[in-house]
């Protein structure tokens, strides 16, 4: 990476957001701890912590990139910072539900087959109606000659 006139601009205010998210998050984390003894923890509270922290590995990743850029050779990668930031900061899954939401999801699942059930049927029936109204169509031409001899 070669030394642009913008790069240490960008470097030097990248340096001092990352020691204002590092404060900050150790800020949000003490609130979050403090009123969790005091009452349960608020989700957004927890989602604030997170995003603040994210985007401190963000910006951590970002100048690691850039350090190592300027060391090594080579070009800056967002793909890399990304992965870091990814690999280190997604919560394990949790799938914990509620009683009634997965009764929920139960019962549309079941009305979602039912319907493609009765989708498919409705199908098979209109094709078979058509062969009745076309045997009937045949049907009432064959009478309506013989009508039409037998009246003459």
Do not use: W
């Not at 642009?4 to 609130?31: H, Y």
């Not at 109606?129 to 064959?142: H, P």
């Amino acid at each position: 990476m070669d030394n642009p006139r913008l790069l240490p601009v960008a470097l030097t205010n990248l340096r001092t957001s990352q020691g204002f998210l590092e404060k900050l998050l150790d800020i949000c984390e003490r609130v979050v701890i403090e009123s969790g003894s005091a009452a349960p923890a608020n989700p957004t509270d927890k989602q604030v912590v997170l995003a603040v922290s994210l985007l401190a590995k963000m910006t951590d990743s970002i100048l690691m990139e850039i350090e190592n850029c300027q060391k090594h050779g080579g070009t800056f990668s967002p793909q890399h910072v990304m992965k870091d930031v990814i690999d280190t900061h997604i919560p394990p899954k949790q799938e914990v539900e509620g009683a009634e939401i997965q009764r929920m999801r139960v019962i549309m699942d079941l009305c979602l087959q039912q319907g493609d059930i009765y989708r498919r049927r409705a199908f098979y029936q209109s094709a078979e109606l058509e062969t009745m109204r076309a045997t009937v169509k045949s049907v009432y031409a064959d009478l309506s000659a013989t009508r039409t001899i037998l009246n003459k």
